[in-house]
């Protein structure tokens, strides 16, 4: 039966394009490069940085890392918003006894998730160097299994939402059920082929999901 549901933060529970594109338009304007779209953008999401810069500036440049870093401090306030359904869907998954924790390889995920107003839904939040100490980044598991290991629930359990392949390979390292959200750059093909559980559209539909687990 499920009692606990992780999930990844951008792109799956909140819309941070519009901050990634402002922050790449920062890099940009810094360098006199040309604006980037939302398009293509959202071609890139959830790429490693190297590749991100390459496909939305031409090249990569490690001393952009912190340009961009300065924009996302500059514009994540404002622009990364909770999708439509998140809020609706948390709310009814805890109405139904459903712990809900958060896993990201932000370094300190719980200031952006208290600026959207998030924070109060998730019984636990863990970001790569919070609260359990400097953890490996996603798709290694160990974020994910310290997680599991300080709530005290086994991977049988749990799922894990995710918007990319990384996400799925966390949920199968840590032997947890994977879910893809469609709401980035995969589609439920890719899911599939990557080995994940289930795929969806809507986290919405994680209430039927948790519903029929708890007949079977």
Same mark, same amino acid.
């Given at each position: 039966?499920?009692?606990?549901? @992780?999930?990844?933060?951008?792109?799956?529970?909140?819309?941070?394009?519009?901050?990634?594109?402002?922050?790449?338009?920062?890099?940009?304007?810094?360098? +006199?490069?040309?604006?980037?779209?939302?398009?293509?953008?959202?071609?890139? @999401?959830?790429?490693?940085?190297?590749?991100?810069?390459? +496909?939305?500036?031409?090249?990569?440049?490690?001393?952009?890392?912190?340009?961009?870093?300065?924009?996302?401090? $500059?514009? %994540?306030?404002?622009?990364? $918003?909770?999708?439509?359904?998140? #809020?609706?869907?948390?709310?009814?998954?805890?109405?139904? +006894?459903?712990?809900?924790?958060?896993?990201?390889?932000?370094?300190?995920?719980?200031?952006?998730?208290?600026?959207?107003?998030?924070?109060?839904?998730?019984?636990?939040?863990?970001?790569?160097?919070?609260?359990?100490?400097?953890?490996?980044?996603?798709?290694?598991?160990?974020?994910?299994?310290?997680?599991? $290991?300080?709530?005290?629930?086994?991977? %049988?359990?749990?799922?894990?939402? +995710?918007?990319?392949?990384?996400? @799925?390979?966390?949920?199968?390292?840590?032997?947890?059920?994977?879910?893809? #959200?469609?709401?980035?750059?995969?589609?439920?093909?890719?899911?599939?082929?990557?080995?994940?559980?289930?795929? #969806?559209?809507?986290?919405?539909?994680?209430?039927? @999901?948790?519903?029929?687990?708890?007949?079977?």
């Amino acid at each position: 039966m499920i009692k606990l549901i @992780i999930f990844d933060h951008d792109m799956t529970i909140v819309d941070s394009s519009y901050a990634l594109m402002a922050s790449f338009n920062y890099v940009a304007e810094h360098e +006199g490069l040309p604006k980037v779209s939302r398009e293509l953008t959202m071609e890139y @999401i959830a790429t490693p940085m190297p590749t991100f810069c390459e +496909g939305l500036l031409g090249e990569y440049r490690p001393e952009w890392v912190k340009i961009f870093r300065e924009g996302m401090a $500059k514009f %994540e306030r404002d622009l990364i $918003k909770p999708f439509e359904d998140t #809020i609706p869907t948390l709310t009814r998954l805890r109405d139904m +006894g459903i712990k809900l924790a958060v896993v990201s390889n932000r370094e300190a995920p719980r200031a952006t998730l208290e600026r959207t107003g998030l924070d109060k839904y998730f019984d636990e939040i863990v970001g790569a160097s919070e609260p359990y100490g400097r953890l490996p980044y996603k798709p290694n598991p160990a974020m994910v299994n310290e997680l599991l $290991k300080h709530m005290k629930f086994s991977p %049988e359990e749990s799922l894990y939402v +995710g918007d990319a392949d990384l996400d @799925i390979l966390t949920a199968i390292g840590a032997n947890v059920r994977g879910v893809g #959200i469609t709401k980035g750059n995969f589609t439920a093909k890719d899911f599939s082929m990557l080995g994940a559980w289930k795929s #969806i559209d809507s986290l919405s539909e994680l209430i039927e @999901i948790v519903k029929q687990d708890a007949v079977r």
